[in-house]
């Protein structure tokens, strides 16, 4: 009788477990790095120019193929998720991090019954949770926003490309969402600043 060495498996992490501890990462060196630096209302800018630029690339594969695949939204969502507690630390304030998470369970909730409505897929409630915590930090409930006006938005451009002949299929909802929470970003920040809330 030998003693035979159990085989051994290697040991195999998805790619978007990998990208997501990564962007969590990366945001907590962000966080610990340009908050104190860069003040509050240059780094919400800034956080608006980073979830823009990580919007891009799953919704660019929405408009290809409409699919919003997971490993490019799980990193958008676990960056987010660490600047709300960074932030909510830094301002000492609990609803930086409490909004964040209520809206985005909301904003969920709602399309994944818009989902089974077959209205959208389940990618776009995924997406639309991801991206409505950023904005949450500083806009708080009126993120909710990002459904009423992701819905317009894709209404409009269904209306144009049928009165232009391009027929019913079914389009991409991820740029509508992109486009609507970066609206709701951007214009919370710019009045916020305006009010002299953020400095």
Do not use: C, E
């Not at 630029?53 to 676990?78: C, E, H, M, Q, Y």
């Not at 930086?96 to 389940?122: D, E, H, K, N, Q």
């Amino acid at each position: 009788m030998t003693d035979a060495a159990p085989a051994t498996r290697p040991v195999r992490i998805s790619t978007t477990l990998t990208a997501s501890i990564a962007a969590a990462a990366g945001s907590a060196l962000l966080a610990l790095a340009a908050h104190p630096i860069a003040g509050t209302a240059a780094y919400a800018w800034l956080l608006t120019a980073l979830l823009a630029g990580a919007a891009a690339a799953p919704i660019t594969i929405d408009l290809r193929s409409r699919k919003l695949p997971n490993r490019w939204v799980a990193p958008i969502a676990s960056g987010a998720a660490v600047q709300t507690i960074s932030i909510a630390y830094a301002t000492a304030d609990p609803w930086r991090v409490l909004w964040p998470a209520i809206t985005a369970a909301v904003v969920f909730g709602i399309y994944v019954a818009l989902g089974l409505a077959g209205m959208f897929g389940f990618g776009d409630a995924k997406f639309a949770a991801a991206m409505t915590i950023i904005p949450a930090i500083y806009a708080g409930p009126l993120a909710l926003y990002v459904v009423p006006i992701a819905v317009l938005l894709a209404g409009l451009w269904r209306a144009v490309l049928t009165a232009a002949g391009h027929g019913k299929r079914p389009r991409a909802h991820g740029p509508a969402i992109a486009i609507a929470t970066l609206v709701i970003l951007a214009t919370t920040i710019a009045l916020q600043q305006a009010a002299g809330v953020l400095q």
